[in-house]
């Protein structure tokens, strides 16, 4: 069997794993698997090696980023430009050269302390848009082993690419795995036409790309939970939190400009405009814990949120009925779970998502018997999956989500249970050992397919 490295912005802990990533990976590295992350230590003289860290089922090795690369590399190229990028928001991008040499430089350097320790047998697989580039840099240091890599968020269509003045560069980084894997088949479709575009480029058949004698497959592998542990876990979380008198519609995002968030507090307010009846019957609870805090743009989305929940709040409240209860921590994921369970309506409406696990997280939490409704953009990649159950909306389309609300909270319980049941069908299904199945099968076939070939004679 062979070793499996995985690269990633973030480190797993010691500790059991809570969910996410880790646990979607634990299985295929409990063979004396490697996992390489970032410390969250910043450092004045980066080391040479990675630093091996104790406890875990695996090893787990981390390097440190100097607070220049902090800037330009985590919050600037990963975090201001290619982020905004690939979350159609051009507009927000910073686009200073430094911020790109860092992100080459902080790859280069990764990709050196990793060849140091990979073994012949190793399958590397490189997680999300930190390093887009780790692969061209270990296979310019001679790394012949396979290399996969996975996209967590959505791939920018030709247009949005095209504001990248070094998208053939981006290119060639692409080409340099052996496997680029995406989240939903939009992205696939998204990532083949930008590469048309690039200089010297030919599009093979059935999703593989060559680019200067280098073949990449590129191919859609929806990211998924495990629908039993989180359910379980649901069954047996507290539910304290909830307001029992009124019907909850949850909200669970991370603070970020792409989770559609103030559209989806003015679609509430539009909501109880529109249904006065509804006064001191609903309730919106939306949890959004801050990140990113040192990016401008991010600064900007808190301060518009808290106007327009102190705006919506103030307009309609009575002495005992608060409509938003707007709460800017993180809760932890049994707590989570019981809210989900006991929410009527779960509201997932980014702009741009690459899947959005809430919207999985959700739908595994309820109660079968007497579930609530899912409301999920059209824009998350989780709609590809989940279109039959949920009830898709435009999230720039205010009215639309306020109906669709009101809807969701009128809905009999026969069509709610038909609608949970063929989301869960689809989880169940497609599950987090699916996921990492799928991959790495793909990849193992994608790099042999590669291998020059033995002649028979
Ligand atoms: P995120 O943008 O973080 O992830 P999402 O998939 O919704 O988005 O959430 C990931 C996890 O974080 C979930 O398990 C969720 O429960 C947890 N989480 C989110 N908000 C939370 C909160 N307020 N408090 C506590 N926990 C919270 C990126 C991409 C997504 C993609 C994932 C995985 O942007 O599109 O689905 O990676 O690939």
Redesign the pocket.
């Known amino acids: 069997m062979s070793r499996l490295v995985v690269v990633s912005n973030r480190l797993p802990s010691g500790s059991t794993p809570s969910?996410?990533l880790v646990v979607a990976l634990q299985d295929a590295l409990a063979d004396g698997g490697l996992w390489v992350g970032n410390s969250n230590k910043l450092t004045d003289t980066p080391a040479d090696r990675l630093t091996r860290h104790e406890g875990g089922k695996f090893t787990r090795m981390s390097f440190d980023l100097t607070e220049e690369e902090q800037r330009d590399f985590y919050l600037g190229y990963s975090n201001s430009v290619l982020w905004p990028l690939c979350h159609d928001r051009v507009d927000l991008m910073e686009l200073l050269p430094q911020y790109l040499e860092s992100y080459r430089a902080v790859n280069k350097r990764i990709a050196k302390m990793i060849a140091r320790e990979l073994q012949p047998g190793d399958r590397i697989w490189v997680q999300d848009y930190h390093f887009l580039s780790l692969g061209h840099e270990l296979r310019q240091l001679g790394v012949t082993q396979p290399i996969g890599f996975f996209l967590?968020?959505p791939f920018p269509g030709p247009n949005a690419f095209a504001a990248l003045s070094h998208g053939q560069e981006v290119c060639r980084w692409i080409a340099a795995f052996d496997l680029f894997g995406l989240?939903a088949r939009r992205d696939v479709s998204a990532c083949l036409q930008v590469f048309r575009t690039a200089k010297g480029a030919e599009l093979l058949l059935n999703g593989r790309m060559k680019l200067e004698d280098k073949i990449v497959q590129v191919a859609s592998f929806p990211?998924a939970i495990d629908p039993e542990e989180f359910a379980r876990t649901a069954r047996n979380a507290p539910t304290a939190g909830l307001d029992d008198a009124a019907a909850t519609i949850i909200g669970?995002?991370?603070l970020?400009y792409s989770k559609g968030l103030p559209q989806r507090f003015r679609a509430y307010g539009h909501l109880l405009d529109a249904h006065p009846e509804l006064s001191g019957q609903v309730a919106l609870l939306q949890?959004?814990?801050p990140t990113r805090e040192a990016v401008k743009a991010y600064q900007d989305i808190r301060d518009e949120l808290e106007q327009l929940s102190g705006h919506i709040n103030g307009a309609h409240a009575t002495l005992d009925w608060t409509p938003i209860r707007y709460i800017h921590r993180?809760?932890p994921?049994e707590r989570?779970a019981g809210l989900y369970r006991g929410a009527r309506v779960g509201l997932v409406t980014p702009l741009a998502?690459?899947?959005?696990?809430?919207a999985k997280?959700y739908v595994a939490a309820q109660d079968a018997d007497d579930p609530g409704v899912l409301i999920l953009s059209k824009f998350a990649?989780a709609a590809e999956q989940l279109f039959n159950g949920a009830l898709i909306v435009n999230p720039h389309d205010i009215a639309e989500m306020a109906e669709a609300m009101n809807q969701a909270l009128n809905m009999p319980l026969g069509e709610r249970r038909e609608r949970h049941q063929s989301m869960r069908r689809v989880l169940l299904d497609k599950d987090v050992a699916w996921w990492r199945e799928q991959f790495l099968t793909a990849l193992s076939a994608s790099w042999q397919s590669s291998q020059p070939q033995m002649d028979p004679a």
């Open positions: 969910g996410g967590h968020i989240q990211i669970v995002d991370r970020d949890i959004a814990p993180s809760v994921r989570l998502d690459g899947m959005n696990l809430v997280e990649g």
